[in-house]
């Protein structure tokens, strides 16, 4: 069964970091691009990041360039995200997801994260 | 960047009710199109991908059409589980952009 689980969410102050993770099982992880995807309170979807399955190919939406690096151990079978420089507008659940070409076709339950003071 | 833009924002049907669900690009994207499904408290769900092939696993009630910039999302013979919202998605360009969403009660 392909999953793949989000933890290191939770409450920082605006200006902080966190590293979100991934963990990958059910599937040739290292075969695979993935993405970022995060959802606002009372928002819709919004994709965040993409990283090729080889490192070698990485985008991020604007919002989030300089700030949040993804990332990838395929020996781990695990996806990053460190989040650094945080803002209240970056509060959303995120969502890691396989992406084979590009859209995502399995996605994790999501870590929330809550940017505040 | 492209953007989207998907239609209606809510709807309401009843059980056994078809509903389309429509979406527009601000440019050409071939079939790079897909459709997902969010219901509150479980993960995301990819319905359609590259305009209409079904994903595993997905009742054949869902069904996609369309290329270049005009493409829809039909959901026939309606169930109660149907009740969600959707969201159609570009991969033809970064930023991956999403519709607005379609808020679909039963």
Known sequence: ?117 | DIQMTQSPSSLSASVGDTVTIACRTSQAIFTYLHWYQLKRGTAPKLLIYTASTLQSGVPSRFSGSGSGTDFSLTISSLQPEDSASYYCQQTYATPFTFGQGTNLAI
């Not at chain 1, 990838?72 to 396989?98: G, H, I, P, W």
């Open chain 1, 1 to 117: 069964e392909v999953k793949v689980v989000e933890s290191g969410g939770g409450l920082v102050q605006p200006g902080g970091s966190l590293r979100l993770s991934c963990a990958a099982s059910g599937f040739n992880f290292s075969n695979y691009n993935m993405n970022w995807v995060r959802q606002a309170p009372g928002k819709g979807l919004e994709w965040v990041s993409y990283i090729s399955a080889s490192s070698r190919t990485i985008s991020y939406i604007d919002s989030v360039k300089g700030r949040f690096t993804i990332s990838r151990d395929n020996a781990k079978n695990s996806l990053f995200l460190q989040m650094n420089s945080l803002r209240d507008e970056d509060t959303a659940v995120y969502y890691c997801a396989r992406a084979p070409l590009g859209f995502s076709d399995h996605w994790g339950q999501g870590t929330l994260v809550t940017v505040s003071s």
